[in-house]
């Protein structure tokens, strides 16, 4: 098996990327109460592409680091290559949102009301500044505090699999994820409140999902998943699948303390799950088709797909028309950008590094950023 390629990677992703968008289109009038009840815990599938991130991250690290000598050509190899591929879509969200407002009075204006200030969105400090001041970044921009978390990954990443002996790599992983998962704790045992919001917005609060994507990544990339029976795996999943249910049922509230306490870690626990079954080649259907198709464009659609449901929403019409103009325009627009932007420049970042030793980077199910 070719330990550079996960096809059904897309596919997860492509979910994950519906999940969400049906989750914020979900409070739109009119919505039938049996989907608002099933999509109660849309936001977990931002833990999901977490831990696609991490997986997808470390194995293009370690890969990256047999390839690469000295400390400076790692770290140029490495962050021109992510530059490439966060930034192009970045850019034109806050170029977007700075122009719309300014040429187009159908656009509803709550979604550009922000008392962050317009330097921080530049830094990637968004979620930072939400957490430490207590204020509400501009709905606009709302899906880009995940790429706060996506960046500190980045560095944070970077350092370990440079730093740490492939041997002790999966230890640091671990230490990593508990050392998360007790800041997050902390917060939500000795705060109340609004700081709550702190727990799931500041980066080294969530890296415990990354890192378990990370250790698959590193376990899978050293033939270290074999041992795992295949038919106890499948338990779990079913089992998992189940307390999924129940949460879902329960509806519990993204910031409350026991998605805090719990529901965070069970969700990056779970899909960690499903993606060491990916690995085995099951699954197929997710490699091919409308769901590889999105997981592909999915960057472009998690940024832009809340205003685009808003900006439709004016459009007067039946809620099932409404969700599809929403969702033809959203995949549209990000097939365009895929193929007249992202695309083009991913592969340029990669020219610049490495023209002829790097594979490309959909060979391994490129990250496109969440959540």
């Avoid at 289109?25 to 109460?33: I, L, S, T």
């Avoid at 250790?215 to 899978?220: G, H, N, P």
């Avoid at 088709?289 to 685009?308: E, R």
Wanted: aromatic share 16%; charged share 15%.
């Amino acid at each position: 098996m070719n330990k550079n390629h996960v096809p059904a990677l897309d596919g997860l992703r492509g979910i994950a990327c519906l999940v969400i968008f049906m989750g914020h289109f979900k409070n739109r009038p009119g919505v039938p109460p049996l989907i608002i009840n099933g999509f109660s815990q849309y936001w977990s599938a931002v833990d999901l592409f977490f831990v696609i991130s991490g997986f997808v991250i470390f194995l293009s690290l370690n890969r990256l680091r047999e390839r690469t000598a000295g400390f400076k050509a790692f770290f140029k190899s490495y962050f021109v290559s992510r530059a490439f591929r966060i930034l192009p879509v970045y850019i034109l969200l806050i170029l977007s949102y700075y122009y719309i407002p300014f040429h187009n009075r159908l656009v509803n204006s709550e979604l550009f009301i922000s008392s962050i200030p317009t330097y921080v969105y530049l830094f990637f400090g968004q979620s930072w500044y939400m957490a430490f001041h207590h204020k509400q970044g501009a709905a606009y921009l709302i899906s880009s505090w995940s790429l706060c978390a996506e960046v500190f990954l980045y560095i944070l990443s970077f350092f370990i699999v440079y730093f740490v002996p492939g041997k002790r790599l999966v230890k640091a992983l671990i230490t990593v994820a508990v050392i998360s998962y007790l800041a997050r704790l902390y917060i939500a045992v000795t705060r109340d409140g609004l700081d709550l919001i702190a727990a799931n917005l500041l980066p080294f609060c969530r890296m415990d999902g990354f890192m378990l994507g990370g250790i698959v990544a590193t376990l899978y990339a050293n033939d270290g998943l074999s041992w795992i029976n295949r038919r106890v795996l499948d338990a779990a999943l079913l089992l998992f699948s189940c307390v999924f249910v129940v949460l879902t049922l329960k509806d519990h509230y993204v910031f409350g303390r026991f998605s805090i306490l719990f529901s965070y870690a069970f969700y990056s626990v779970f899909y960690a799950a499903i993606i060491v079954k990916l690995t085995r080649g099951d699954f197929v259907i997710l490699s091919m088709g409308p769901l590889k198709c999105m997981g592909t464009i999915s960057y472009f659609v998690y940024l832009f797909h809340l205003p685009i449901i808003s900006g439709i929403s004016h459009i007067h019409c039946s809620v099932l028309l409404n969700f599809l103009l929403s969702l033809c325009a959203v995949v549209s627009l990000g097939t365009i950008s895929w193929f007249a932007m992202e695309r083009p420049l991913i592969r340029r970042g990669k020219s610049i590094v490495s023209p002829a030793r790097d594979p490309d980077p959909e060979s391994i199910g490129e990250f496109r950023p969440s959540t």
